[in-house]
Structure formats: structure tokens, C-alpha cells
């Protein structure tokens, strides 16, 4: 029998179906529960936005094109820049179906989302629609094909709309050839820009289109509408979880989503705040600030030996340093504005401990730390291992952590000098006499004969530094 064949199509050739051992016919195999069966559909996808009400973050950039829409002012062009997933191609999407919605008399800023304009858009199977990709299609070439078409009216549609993703990628003759048609375009044509990188657009663009910068999503708002699309899936999600995702987005809907699709996937249960903290591969809250007190406190010991349990747990030690980066940028923040506490990613008790540390630490202290593991993040790269980069890091962090500032230093060494003995000193503006010359200075005396040399300054150091009898220090350091 052929191969592939089935046992109807063996038979209807006048073979014998296959038997077994015994004589028996196997059974015919049941088609496949997986044929039938739909694809799974990412959360992004799931829950894009398919109206402006939907949007969550761009009230702004809503409200105006609501005015527009009403009015009848709306642009021939324009251009949507933001940072990566926060909707500048949903927007773009909806405002072709809003343009375009045959359940309306006009354009209308709510499409209905069920004629047959508003679905084919969405499916993004509308002749009039055009999405071009700038980033694969940068040559002038693509844009002359653009050009030579929008001179023919709609097909189907009241509108053609060209959507240009990444248009910051096109080349530059191509913003060249694209000007002319986009500053005197056919009543029938509207363009649509959306970029990641706006100041890579020139300004000859820009000036001809109306720009609206979409804003990364605030963190109540984002933990708001995770709990609802995980209410929705009837997933269970801790909070402290949906903090760290909104954490690990940065603003970004779409990371968002990725990040909670990932995470109700790593079991049956409900989605833990240790089960996101493992699957991020960072290290807990709680115990990044007990390593960065004890960094703090000079203990280089408990330090090492933390870092050392963090690494053996799984967690980067790259990603340690970034994170007591973004620690101490968060302590320095509150030293200054106290009020920025109130983050709801962030625990209360983890609040309560970084009020503490910018009470404690002075701001000199903090830059000085700021400025070390910037240096460290840059040697990451440099270094044999990742863990020896850190490792060094912190050390030189414990070792640092209690120098006096220098003008501490040279206040105490002014003291010192003038409580042991600098009464007898001759000083710069001194006079000898009775009252002439008050400015003149003495023949042979030195300049400034009570300011401390370098020499003086060392000394002081060496002798006002405070000792340590640990084993992770030694009261002979080298300055």
C-alpha cells in the first residue's frame, strides 16, 4: 500500500486493509481534537483596544480628537510617538475604523466595531487601509508606490488611510519624496505615523502633521486593568505580583500583558509574588535593602555573604547592581521629596525601611554610591565573571562607606590645629605694630601660614578615621 494511503482508499484500489497478528482490523484513527481546536490568542492580542474608550493613560490625546471629531477639524496627517507599548498602532487602527465606520453618517471618534469597514480593518484585510512597515521598507522606492496610489479615490472606503509603523526608520530621500504629497494630499487620503524615536523624524515632517505623544501608563492605572483582564481570564493573581509586572513593564501595556500571560502560565494555582520575582529573575525587595544596609554600615562581610545567597538562588548579579542602582536613586528621592513614598508598587513596610535610610544617609553619601555603581554597571561587561564585578563593587562600596566628607575633614583639621597650638601661629593679616599696615605681611612669613598642606591632610585623616577590629576590614587601609 501506498504510503499515506488510508484503509478506504486500500480498499477502493482492491487491496486488503492492514491486519494485526490475529486477523483483526485496526480501528480507524479519530481525527484529531487539536484540528478543531482554536488557537490560543496571547493576552495582548486578546485584550487590545478596539475603541478611544478602551485606551487607558491617554486621556489627553482622547479628549482632543474628540474635539476634533466633532468639530470637523480633522488633520490630514499625523504622527503618534511614545515609548514601546502604550498604543500607538491600536490608535492608529482605531483611527481608521473611526474615519471609515459605515454605521455612522461621518467620521466618528466611536466606531461600531461591527460593520463591515470596522471588522475588515480590524482584520487588517481593508483594500483602502495600508499598513506599511518602515522599518523593512525604508527605500524612496516604497514611497513612490505610495505616492502613485493616492491619487485614486477609496475603493470600498470613505477614506484611504496609509498607516507607516516606525516611520523614523524610512530613509532619507524617501521623508524627501514622502513631503509633497504629505503636505498637499487628496481630500480622499490620511496619514498616520506612529514611532518609537521622534527626534529621528525631521522637522520638515513633523511641521506637517499634528503630533500627539502618548504617555507611559501610571502604575495605579496599569495594576488596575491587569486585575481586570486577570478577573476576566479567571486567574488569581496576588497583588504583590501584579506589582512586580507593573514594576518589570515600565509603563508599557503590552510588556504588562506579556509579562501576566507568562506568569498564569507557571502553574494551576494562583500567581505569587514569589513565583514572579523567579520567573523575572530578581532578587526580593526585602532583601535587596538588607544588602544594601549592610553595604551601607562598612559590613563587607554580611554583604558578600548575601550576595552570594541571592546568586546561588538564581539571581543575576548584574541584576543585583541595577537594582541597588534604582535603590539608591529611590532613597535619594525620598531624601528629597518625601511624598514619593507613595508608590503602590512598592510595599508598606519596604516604604517605611527607605524613609529610615533617607533620614539616616546623608545625600554626599548617596551620589557617592550612585556614582560607584554606575562605574560597577559599566565593568560588567569588562570583567571575567559577573559575580567577581560585583563582588569588587561591593567592597569598594563597604570600604567608602565611612570616609568623612572632605569638608568634615578639613573642618576637624581646622579645629585641631587651632585648639593644639595655632594661637602662637602668625597669621596672613597680622600686624606687627600699632596700626599701620594691616594688610602687610610679615618678611619671609608664608602665604597662609594656617591653611593644612596635603601632607597635614592625609594625617588627619589616618588619625580621625574610625578603626575597625573585624575581620572584613583593616585599620591600615591605604587611602
Given at each position: 500500500m501506498p504510503h499515506g494511503m488510508d484503509l478506504k482508499g486500500a480498499a477502493a484500489c482492491g487491496g486488503r486493509p492492514p491486519t494485526d497478528r490475529?486477523?483483526?482490523?485496526?480501528?480507524?484513527?479519530?481525527?484529531?481534537?487539536?484540528?478543531?481546536?482554536?488557537?490560543?490568542?496571547?493576552?495582548?492580542?486578546?485584550?487590545?483596544?478596539?475603541?478611544?474608550?478602551?485606551?487607558?493613560?491617554q486621556e489627553a490625546m482622547v479628549r482632543t480628537l474628540t474635539n476634533a471629531f466633532a468639530s470637523g477639524r480633522i488633520a490630514h496627517a499625523f504622527v503618534l510617538t511614545g515609548v514601546r507599548g502604550v498604543g500607538k498602532t491600536t490608535t492608529a487602527r482605531i483611527l481608521a475604523k473611526g474615519l471609515n465606520c459605515e454605521a455612522a453618517e461621518g467620521p466618528t471618534i466611536d466606531p461600531c466595531g461591527e460593520c463591515e469597514a470596522c471588522r475588515s480593518i480590524s482584520q487588517g484585510r481593508n483594500t483602502d487601509v495600508l499598513e506599511m512597515d518602515a522599518a523593512s521598507n525604508t527605500g524612496v522606492g516604497d514611497v513612490r508606490e505610495i505616492i502613485e496610489s493616492v491619487r485614486y479615490r477609496a475603493s470600498q472606503s470613505r477614506y484611504k488611510v496609509y498607516i507607516i509603523d516606525e516611520v523614523h526608520m524610512l530613509s532619507t530621500s524617501a521623508f524627501n519624496a514622502l513631503l509633497k504629497t504629505l503636505e498637499e494630499p487628496p481630500e480622499h487620503a490620511k496619514f498616520i505615523f506612529a514611532t518609537t524615536e521622534i527626534r529621528k523624524v525631521p522637522v520638515t515632517v513633523l511641521s506637517r502633521c499634528q503630533r500627539f505623544d502618548l504617555r507611559r501608563i501610571e502604575p495605579e492605572a496599569m495594576m488596575a486593568h491587569l486585575g481586570r483582564i486577570a478577573e476576566a481570564e479567571g486567574a488569581e493573581v496576588e497583588?504583590?505580583?501584579?506589582?512586580?509586572?507593573?514594576?518589570?513593564?515600565?509603563?508599557?501595556?503590552?510588556?504588562?500583558?506579556?509579562?501576566?500571560?507568562?506568569?498564569?502560565?507557571?502553574?494551576?494555582?494562583?500567581?505569587?509574588?514569589?513565583a514572579v520575582r523567579a520567573m523575572l529573575g530578581v532578587a526580593d525587595r526585602g532583601r535587596l535593602i538588607d544588602l544594601f544596609e549592610?553595604?551601607?554600615?562598612?559590613?563587607?562581610?554580611?554583604?558578600?555573604a548575601e550576595l552570594s545567597a541571592q546568586y546561588s538562588e538564581g539571581t543575576?548579579?548584574?541584576?543585583?547592581?541595577?537594582?541597588?542602582?534604582?535603590?539608591?536613586?529611590?532613597?535619594?528621592?525620598?531624601?528629597?521629596?518625601?511624598?514619593?513614598?507613595?508608590?503602590?508598587?512598592?510595599?508598606?513596610?519596604?516604604?517605611?525601611?527607605?524613609?529610615?535610610?533617607?533620614?539616616?544617609?546623608?545625600?554626599?553619601?548617596?551620589?557617592?554610591?550612585?556614582?560607584?555603581?554606575?562605574?560597577?554597571?559599566?565593568?560588567?561587561?569588562?570583567?571575567?565573571?559577573?559575580?567577581m564585578a560585583a563582588e569588587m563593587a561591593l567592597i569598594r562600596l563597604t570600604h567608602v562607606a565611612d570616609l568623612p566628607p572632605p569638608e568634615d575633614l578639613v573642618r576637624r583639621l581646622l579645629a585641631e590645629?587651632?585648639?593644639?597650638?595655632?594661637?602662637?601661629?602668625?597669621?596672613?593679616?597680622?600686624?606687627?605694630?600699632?596700626?599701620?599696615?594691616?594688610?602687610?605681611?610679615?618678611?619671609?612669613?608664608?602665604?597662609s601660614s594656617t591653611r593644612p598642606t596635603a601632607r597635614s591632610i592625609c594625617t588627619a585623616f589616618e588619625r580621625i578615621r574610625p578603626s575597625s577590629t573585624g575581620s572584613s576590614r583593616s585599620s591600615s587601609r591605604p587611602l
Open positions: 490475529v486477523g483483526r482490523t485496526p480501528p480507524a484513527p479519530e481525527p484529531s481534537a487539536m484540528s478543531d481546536a482554536p488557537a490560543y490568542q496571547v493576552l495582548a492580542r486578546k485584550y487590545r483596544p478596539a475603541h478611544f474608550r478602551d485606551l487607558i493613560g497583588p504583590g505580583a501584579l506589582a512586580l509586572v507593573t514594576r518589570a513593564a515600565e509603563g508599557s501595556v503590552r510588556d504588562a500583558l506579556s509579562l501576566l500571560d507568562q506568569a498564569l502560565a507557571q502553574g494551576s494555582g494562583p500567581a505569587t509574588a514569589e549592610a553595604v551601607m554600615r562598612g559590613d563587607a562581610a554580611a554583604a558578600l543575576d548579579p548584574g541584576a543585583v547592581l541595577r537594582d541597588l542602582a534604582e535603590l539608591t536613586h529611590w532613597v535619594s528621592v525620598l531624601k528629597v521629596s518625601p511624598e514619593m513614598a507613595e508608590d503602590p508598587t512598592v510595599a508598606p513596610d519596604e516604604r517605611a525601611r527607605g524613609r529610615d535610610l533617607a533620614a539616616r544617609l546623608s545625600m554626599r553619601v548617596l551620589t557617592r554610591a550612585w556614582q560607584m555603581l554606575l562605574k560597577a554597571l559599566e565593568e560588567l561587561a569588562l570583567a571575567p565573571n559577573a559575580m590645629e587651632s585648639a593644639g597650638g595655632g594661637a602662637g601661629a602668625p597669621r596672613a593679616g597680622g600686624n606687627g605694630g600699632n596700626g599701620g599696615g594691616g594688610g602687610a605681611r610679615a618678611v619671609g612669613a608664608p602665604a
